[in-house]
């Protein structure tokens, strides 16, 4: 089992900045997937950001270029750096991690959640 703990979310004002940080803990020796989900109020949970084990990223469209993911393998965790924040970025943020290599057993395909941290942008 894997679990997912995210920090970091907040206030912050347009323009402004915020730093969201997820760890993973359990018996892992390596993951071959984390990123960030948000949902709004009323909509689908959508992409923000992942970032492979072996450092490939992928950004949604409407961060690019004003977020940055960032992974430390070693601790097992996954920052997101948010710049540029705009009213359209408030949402819950959940952090997620697929393909778990165990330090004890086979590899596991699931996807894990974290309980998800809120963002709101506004003035």
């Known amino acids: 089992q894997v679990q997912l703990v995210e920090s970091g979310g907040g206030l912050a004002q347009p323009g402004g900045s915020l730093r969201l940080a997820c760890a993973a803990s359990?018996?892992?020796?390596?993951?071959?997937?984390m990123g960030w989900y948000r949902q709004a109020p009323g909509k689908q949970r959508e992409l923000v950001a992942v970032?492979?084990?072996?450092?490939?990223?992928n950004y949604g469209d409407s961060v690019k270029g004003r977020f940055t993911i960032s992974r430390d393998n070693a601790k097992n965790s996954v920052s997101l750096q948010m710049n540029s924040l705009n009213p359209e970025d408030t949402a819950v943020y959940y952090c997620?991690?697929?393909?778990?290599?165990?330090?004890?057993?086979?590899?596991?395909?699931?996807?894990?959640w974290g309980q998800g941290t809120q963002v709101t942008v506004s003035s």
């Open positions: 359990g018996r892992i020796d390596n993951i071959n997937v």
């Open positions: 970032i492979s084990r072996t450092g490939s990223r």
């Open positions: 997620s991690a697929t393909g778990i290599w165990y330090t004890d057993g086979p590899f596991d395909n699931h996807a894990y």
